[in-house]
């Protein structure tokens, strides 16, 4: 992979976030605490992840003309990301999660309302075109219109520029933007989805690595949590374990992982020291509390890789 800018296509949130002893069920009332207003959104977290790591960091996304767009337009500028391309909707909220945490294992349950992210239109990404066009990745999730991620999917593959989509959250997918996805990164349950796979069965990470390969992705890499990873590209299959650690909150290590895996291709790293690079970032990320808030830095992994 040539080296150079990322370009992040995404959402952009205000994630509320409450602590609970235990996660409700329906019907149920817990109490909670350490309430917290955040910013975040997969792909504003990923492009801080990617920044953090020392990436060119270019955004596209929308938030609202509100003081939640303001504040999530300064942190991902705080954070060294070029948002010229952040459009601001006069008529409609920046986007907001709602997120519940298990104090005690770290695990979350997060509700979106999409708000402003729903105008990343098509309109948007040709006026960042020439940006993804000169890119060196382009990196993708679900939570914006998937109208304008095919469109950049496009302008970046017939550039030559390859596609990194993260199909979060987990719903079916357009044959179309399959097809232009080099590195398709789900979790287990987006996976699961993607690969049809039924909810309440045992997960067979072979079978669904295979069935997403064949439904289009040039590779696909898995994230496991506590499993590690699985790889495969149709000529290449590799596992790697996780990083153990004490996880205290994991809202923001899928995030994590993905950001540090694009700098880390970008820079150079071949793909087993990305995947391993990456690996490292999301165990820092589970040790601390909130999504943005958790990613790393690159001075934190040094040497690592």
């Known amino acids: 992979m040539k080296q150079g800018h990322v370009v992040v296509l995404g959402s952009v949130n205000v994630d509320l976030v409450l602590r609970c002893a235990a996660l409700p069920v329906p019907g149920q009332t817990v109490k909670g605490s350490d309430f917290q207003r955040l910013t975040g959104g997969k792909g504003a977290n990923q492009a801080v992840a990617a920044a953090r ?20 337009r300064a942190a991902l500028s705080a954070n060294g990301v070029d948002v010229r391309h952040l459009k601001e909707v006069s008529d409609v909220a920046t986007g907001a999660a709602m997120i519940l945490v298990d104090q005690a294992s770290g695990q979350n349950c997060i509700a979106l309302y999409e708000g402003a992210n729903a105008h990343v239109d098509t ?3 040709d006026a960042a075109a020439d940006d993804i ?80 390969l064949g ?24 596992r790697r374990e996780a990083y153990m650690t004490q996880a205290i909150d994991t809202s923001g290590a899928g995030d994590a992982f993905i950001g540090a895996f694009a700098a880390a291709l970008v820079s150079g790293r071949p793909l087993e020291h990305a995947i391993e690079f990456a690996q490292r970032a999301a165990s820092i990320s589970v040790t601390r509390r909130g999504a943005m808030a958790s990613l790393a830095y690159a001075r934190e992994l040094a040497g690592d890789g």
């Open 53 to 72: 790591m020392g990436a060119s960091v270019r955004f596209v996304g929308a938030v609202g003309a509100d003081e939640s767009g303001r504040l999530a």
């Open 215 to 238: 439904k289009g992705a040039r590779s696909v890499l898995i994230t496991l949590g506590v499993d590690g990873v699985l790889y495969g590209d149709g000529r290449t299959r590799l």
């Open 133 to 212: 066009a000169s890119a060196a990745l382009l990196v993708c999730q679900l939570e914006t219109p998937e109208s304008a991620t095919l469109h950049a999917a496009r302008i970046a593959h017939e550039a030559g520029v390859p596609v990194l989509l993260n199909p979060a959250p987990a719903m079916p997918i357009d044959a179309a933007l399959l097809a232009l996805v080099d590195i398709l990164i789900p979790n287990e349950s987006e996976a699961m989805v993607l690969a049809e796979q039924p909810a309440d069965g045992a997960f067979d990470q072979d079978r669904a690595l295979d069935v997403l």
């Open 123 to 125: 309109a948007l990404v």
